[in-house]
């Protein structure tokens, strides 16, 4: 596609389930990153990939949240066990890596919300 | 740590009036400075990017300069139109960090602009 693509745009789970989100990133950008927007707060930096590997994990909230990318293209966010403070908008983005003033191309987000 | 605040919105506005976003900034090192903006439906884009202190960036007739002496990279406009009406981000990626994750971002909570005809 053009664009990031982020699916589902909209999910809606009870607590204590488990959840995925998916990103698929533009085509040859080997860069990937996952963001959390939370209402009324800004972007909350949650994990980055190189390719297939994440050296930087470190935004990552707490153990229930992991993430894993294949074929350096696709990657998937997961939330297990979802707490009501999970509810907020994930975005994933992705970028050539030349450095840190490429731009980054966002998706439309996938807006989860916890009951 | 690194870090950026920007005024807080919603900033709502007639078509024509100037506008100015406010947005300081913290950083460690030398930061490159974004705003992204983020249109109703749609996704967040790259406005405009300044990366070394005095640069200008400008972009869709907006314009930002990277302050040094005050932090600064306030988003200014001259004539705004109604299809300005969206939520704008600033941002910085440090580039001293060499431990820094390659484009990282740290963002501003956003600044909601309405602009009515």
């Known amino acids: 596609g053009a664009g990031v693509s982020q699916s589902p745009s909209n999910k809606v789970t009870e607590k204590g389930k488990d959840v995925e989100l998916r990103c698929d990133p533009i085509?040859?950008?080997?860069?990937l990153y996952w963001y959390r927007q939370s209402l009324g707060q800004g972007l909350e930096f949650l994990i980055y990939?190189?390719?297939?590997?994440?050296?930087?994990k470190s935004g990552l909230p707490s153990d229930r949240f992991s993430a894993e990318r294949t074929g350096g293209s696709v990657s998937t966010l997961t939330i297990q066990r979802t707490q009501q403070e999970d509810s907020a908008v994930y975005l994933c983005?992705?970028?050539?890596?030349?450095?840190?003033?490429?731009?980054?191309?966002f998706g439309n987000g996938t807006r989860l919300t916890v009951t | 740590g690194d870090s950026v605040t920007q005024m807080e919105g919603p900033v709502t506005l007639s078509e024509e009036a100037f506008l100015t976003i406010n947005c300081t900034y913290t950083?460690?090192?030398?930061?490159?400075l974004f705003w992204y903006v983020q249109y109703p439906g749609e996704g967040l884009q790259l406005l405009l990017k300044?990366?070394?202190?005095?640069d200008k960036g400008s972009n869709k007739g907006f314009e930002a300069t990277y302050r040094k002496e005050t932090t600064s990279f306030h988003l200014e406009k001259g004539s705004v139109q109604v299809s300005d009406s969206a939520v704008y981000f600033c941002?910085?990626?440090?580039?001293?960090?060499?431990?820094?994750?390659?484009?990282?971002?740290?963002f501003g909570r956003g600044t909601q602009l309405t602009v009515w005809p």
């Open positions: 983005a992705s970028s050539f890596p030349t450095g840190n003033m490429a731009p980054l191309h």
């Open positions: 085509s040859g950008h080997t860069a």
């Open positions: 990939f190189q390719g297939n590997s994440a050296p930087d």
């Open positions: 950083a460690t090192g030398y930061p490159s």
């Open positions: 300044a990366t070394k202190a005095d």
């Open positions: 941002a910085l990626s440090d580039k001293l960090n060499r431990g820094s994750t390659l484009g990282r971002l740290y």
